[in-house]
């Protein structure tokens, strides 16, 4: 009995415990990942470039900054899921690389590199050597639209600011689940191909939610473009009383849970990581890949984690404004915040079935997305 | 838009669009074949970027790529045999094919050169989406709603076929 509940402790409190390395390696991180470089620079752009060159300029900085971010992300974000499961699981996980393990990750870059590429006999080459292309291209490329904040004179820093962002974010995240697809069909094994096949239906399910509860915002706000939709959350007590998350309590705290869970879904993190359930499908689809196509995966796994977490800070949580005015790392702080919630999640929560998972998608999820839209949407055309 | 590098692109993606398309028709290997309807479909949405259409670029990408495809490579995929790499189609009646083909070519390329299309001056686009949405539920509202129910009424048809007799 005493076991239990110091199990269930454990499985509480775990996270706690990591509190001062999560902050400390967000600032590691954030100072790693450049974008707040580039945004001081940008202000010195005004100053030292030519107007003709200026937009052309911070669009190439914010474009540094984002591959900056994709590159070194996944090297820290494992050494931090490797640290949650191992304090979710009271033990210390790698110490002893770096300090507490920091350089870990570096190292099992570097074993990856050299390891040798196998591609199967029998596999489809083409598919087999395109699918981590693909997935990597797609997580990176939805990335251009994501925004981390903006200039006095209303510039937006981000590699596109485009006026039809979130749909983008939308089409752009489908690719995914064709690469899936493409390496669980390209390897001609039949865990990867079930895998595959288990992830393409899952994503295609959990994309019709996404849609819906991004336009639960898009209904409210009025405006596709993603730095609109955060500056409509500007305001109210502390600066946080008017993120939508707040707004029409509790219409949109539901809102962006329920877009949190199909996010999840949709990144294939546990609960719902079947296509890759170790336990029934060896590794799923990418079972037969080794060295750095592998690693590609890790990339776009790692890359889709801290997008899908970017855009519900972006969407609900008033992206990088707060209590103490508009400030970039105000985002990355929210947006490294929520990967550690799917990572705490992880190692926290059991696995679904697969009929399960198709259920909560369109039982239950799908419902109240469409009731939470029609809602919302008569809500405010009576204000 | 006059520049060179952006017709250097637009002729790119045109090589990329065709070439997909051609080995669509022609590819022996039916998954090869599914896959390179992606990068048709996708060279199609950057034409409608070329073209200042944001929004429908964004929709493309969203149905034909992401729900589409999907589906019917899961068509692909699940009604064969699973687990056998070796799906191949065949290519029957080349010479009816060829030339209703052609027919249909030389029909559209009458048509593009005889008809007046108004041609926008090019420059920096609008935005789309607002003026799209304003059409769909204003003035285009009962086309629009007509053309949801047909969609409804198939997606009930085809749950209606597939699902097993006697079972109510």
Redesign the interface.
Known sequence: MITRFRQIEMRLMGPLTMIPIVLLLVILGTIAALPVVATILSELVADFVPPPLQHLTIVALGTAGFVGILALNPIYSIWLERKVAAHVQDRLGPMRVGWHGLLQSFADGVKLMFKEDLVPRDADRVLFGAAPMLAVASAFAAFAIVPWGVREDGTVLAVANLNIGVLYFIAITSLGALSVLMAGWGSNNKYALYGGMRAAAQMVSYEIPTAILVLVVVAQVGSLSIPDIVNAQAGGILGVGDWLIFQLFPLNLIAFVLFFICGLAETNRTPFDIPEAESELVAGFHTEYSGMRFAFFFLAEYGNMLLVSMLAALLFLGGWIGPFGSNPLLFFVKGFGLVVVQMWLRWTLPRLRVDQLMGICWKYVIPISFFLLVVTTVIKGLL | MESMGSAAIFYATAAVVLGSALYVVVGRNL??SA?AL?AAFFGVAVFYVYLGA??LA??Q??IY???I???L??GV??TNR??N?NLRSGAIQVVPGALSAGLVFALLVWIIQSVDWGAMDSGDPG?T?ESIGRLLVGDYLLPFEIASVLLLIALMGAAMLVRRRGSS
């Open positions: 998954v090869h896959f992606v944001d929004f964004g929709a990408v969203l790529v992401g729900g495809l999907t589906l490579l899961f995929m699940l699973i687990y790499l935005p989406s």
